[in-house]
């Protein structure tokens, strides 16, 4: 098992820009769990099934092949080798992804494909429930927040449109692995900060515990 870098947070709060930034910075693999479930939920639409159905949602997954690779520095999931990387943030996946990120057959099977990505490569992985759940042993954990109005103005600066405050009571409510602070994750809140004073915090606490870091 390789280091594991774990950044979880609620919608917009900054995760994927920081977690991508910090892959390179540190030569390790990036992978964005929220794209393995988005990836899935177009799916799940693709083949006119009902997102809300866990059992409709089930009958797809048994259906499916799944498979995860590395593309470059990028971790991703394909669906019988189809790559779903087009149209995973279209809005109709971002209306239903929380619908199925709550079901417990779909985060079995994600899960596992998220933790075998580990025995591969060196990673930061970000999404919601990574150092809670996904990789609770890491020593290497961050929960990224904003106030919900700076998240609700990064979101509309990106041109899409997402009801985030749905989909964070949605993730934080279910029974499965919600979204939740891990005990000892470090919590940074980038509400004043730029990408670059998250990325400086995160690189300062790693070193802190230890993680050894690139020569220049
Ligand atoms: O749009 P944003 O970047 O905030 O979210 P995302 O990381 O693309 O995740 C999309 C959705 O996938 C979340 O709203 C959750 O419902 C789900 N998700 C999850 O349940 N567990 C994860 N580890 C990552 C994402």
């Not at 939920?41 to 006119?48: C, E, G, I």
């Not at 470090?186 to 509400?191: C, G, K, L, Q, R």
Request: charged share 25%; no cysteine; hydrophobic share 45%.
């Amino acid at each position: 098992m390789r280091t594991i870098i774990a950044i979880d947070g609620p919608a917009a709060s900054g995760k994927s820009t920081v977690a991508h930034e910090l892959a390179a910075r540190l030569f390790y693999a990036h992978v964005n769990s929220g794209a393995f479930y988005r990836a899935f939920t177009w799916w799940v639409l693709r083949a006119k099934a009902d997102p809300t159905s866990v059992e409709e949602a089930a009958a797809v997954l048994e259906r499916t092949k799944l498979s995860s690779r590395f593309e470059g520095n990028e971790g991703i999931l394909l669906l019988d080798d189809v790559d779903p990387t087009p149209h995973v943030r279209d809005d109709a996946v971002t209306h239903a992804v929380s619908f199925i990120a709550r079901m417990l057959p779909v985060r079995e099977a994600l899960t596992t494909h998220l933790r075998s990505l580990a025995e591969e490569r060196d990673l930061v992985m970000e999404g919601r429930d990574i150092g809670s759940f996904v990789f609770p042993d890491t020593p290497y954990k961050f929960y990224i927040d904003a106030s919900p109005e700076v998240r609700r103005a990064r979101r509309q600066a990106q041109g899409h449109h997402d009801e985030i405050a749905t989909r964070d009571r949605i993730d934080s409510s279910r029974a499965y692995a919600p979204l939740t602070i891990a005990e000892d994750a470090h919590m940074i809140d980038s509400t004043h900060l730029t990408i670059d004073g998250v990325v400086g915090e995160v690189i300062g606490l790693l070193k802190l515990l230890g993680l050894s870091m690139p020569a220049r």
